[in-house]
Nanobody, 123 residues
Framework: VQLQASGGGSVQAGDSLRLSCAASGRIYSSAVMAWFRQPPGKEREFVASINWSGGSTTYTESVKGRFTISRARGQSTVYLQMNSLQPEDTAVYYC?????????????????WGQGTQVTVSS
């Protein structure tokens, strides 16, 4: 299984970016997909997750109302629309696929990871 993330870049505070992640290979069709991020010098942290149908999402508090995770029903491509970006959103963003269909904010629940895409937000 391979996850290919794209869409990162360098933007100004208040700008938007849309990240994409396409999974190829054989994955559990109902697997939860998620985005994590790792800010410079910090641990990797959960950003958002989405279930297989796209009907259930979870966000970390700091991105609620600004970020939107989406996924076509049953598809293995996930998106992260990021609006009103702030310097504290600067990080390497990773997409991930969970073992199963239960949403989790714990990185240990995810078995496949993308290579990461850099997002840099300047003030």
């Amino acid at each position: 299984v391979q996850l290919q993330a794209s869409g990162g870049g360098s933007v100004q505070a208040g700008d938007s970016l849309r990240l994409s992640c396409a999974a190829s290979g054989r994955i559990y069709s109902s697997a939860v997909m998620a985005w994590f991020r790792q800010p410079p010098g910090k641990e990797r942290e959960f950003v958002a997750s989405i279930n297989w149908s796209g009907g259930s999402t979870t966000y970390t508090e700091s991105v609620k109302g600004r970020f939107t995770i989406s996924r076509a029903r049953g598809q293995s491509t996930v998106y992260l629309q990021m609006n009103s970006l702030q310097p504290e959103d600067t990080a390497v963003y990773y997409c991930a696929v969970a073992r199963g269909s239960t949403a989790s904010t714990d990185s240990a629940s995810y078995i496949y990871w993308g290579q990461g895409t850099q997002v840099t937000v300047s003030s």
